[in-house]
């Protein structure tokens, strides 16, 4: 079975700062990740997502994030961060063989400040 | 516009009653899930369903039931037998199950049971 770890549960950061939010996945087997965000009493929404190909995955709203097979890491990134990205952002994996389905990490708070 | 409608957004119950939450899509899609989010755990599978008439238990299923007999809708119903009731509940929808097929996500339904 596949799990994730989201190691930060809240991040603050300045407004226009950069900031990396961590993520790192065990799995037996090959997988794909994705990153979703939440705001305020929402449901989530996708950011951006790792299928295959390039490592760098280039999201919605200046967020990318890399994926590393060594270090079972898929770090979020944004190189300046604005007062709206203040959300919830929760890292995801499932097997991308057979069956399965989306195992979530707890999430991460990013808190900008102006 | 295509998307997901979870009714009510607030729901409040007495300790012993059944409740259910409402999940409808109109993005034509064949997978609908149920999760459930508690502050600092991420999000849960409680049950998912890959097409009509069938649907499987996730990783909390105790205390929940489901029903799948239209393609657009995917109810949840919370049994008296659910011990922590309370909880903010998401409902969400993918073209196809599994593998690389990304989540569309309700704005969900806050739960409290007292």
């Known amino acids: 079975a596949q799990s994730v770890t989201q190691l930060d549960s809240q991040v603050p950061v300045f407004e226009e700062a950069p900031v990396e939010l961590r993520c790192n996945y065990s799995s037996s087997v090959s997988v794909y990740l994705f990153w979703y965000v939440q705001y305020p009493n929402q449901g989530l929404q996708l950011l951006l997502k790792?299928?295959?190909?390039?490592?760098l995955v280039k999201g919605i709203n200046g967020f990318e994030a890399e994926f590393n097979k060594s270090q079972t890491s898929f770090h979020l990134r944004k190189p300046s961060v604005h007062i709206s990205d203040t959300a919830e952002y929760f890292c995801a994996v499932t097997l991308n063989s057979g069956y399965s389905t989306l195992t979530f990490g707890k999430g991460t708070m990013l808190l900008v400040s102006p | 516009d295509g998307g997901i409608t979870q009714s009510p957004k607030y729901l409040f119950r007495k300790e012993g009653q059944n409740v259910t939450l409402s999940c409808e899509q109109n993005?034509?899609?064949?997978?609908m899930y149920w999760y459930r989010q508690d502050p600092g755990q991420g999000l849960r599978l409680i049950y998912y369903?890959?097409?009509?008439?069938?649907?499987q238990k996730g990783d909390i299923a105790e205390g929940y039931s489901v029903s799948r007999e239209k393609k657009e809708s995917f109810p949840l119903t919370v049994t008296s037998a659910q011990k922590n009731p309370t909880a903010f509940y998401l409902c969400?929808?993918?073209?196809?199950?599994?593998?690389?097929?990304?989540?569309?996500f309700g704005n969900g339904t806050r739960l409290t049971v007292t």
């Open positions: 790792y299928l295959s190909g390039s490592t």
């Open positions: 993005l034509n899609h064949d997978a």
């Open positions: 369903s890959q097409i009509v008439n069938d649907f």
């Open positions: 969400a929808s993918s073209a196809e199950q599994g593998y690389n097929s990304p989540l569309h």
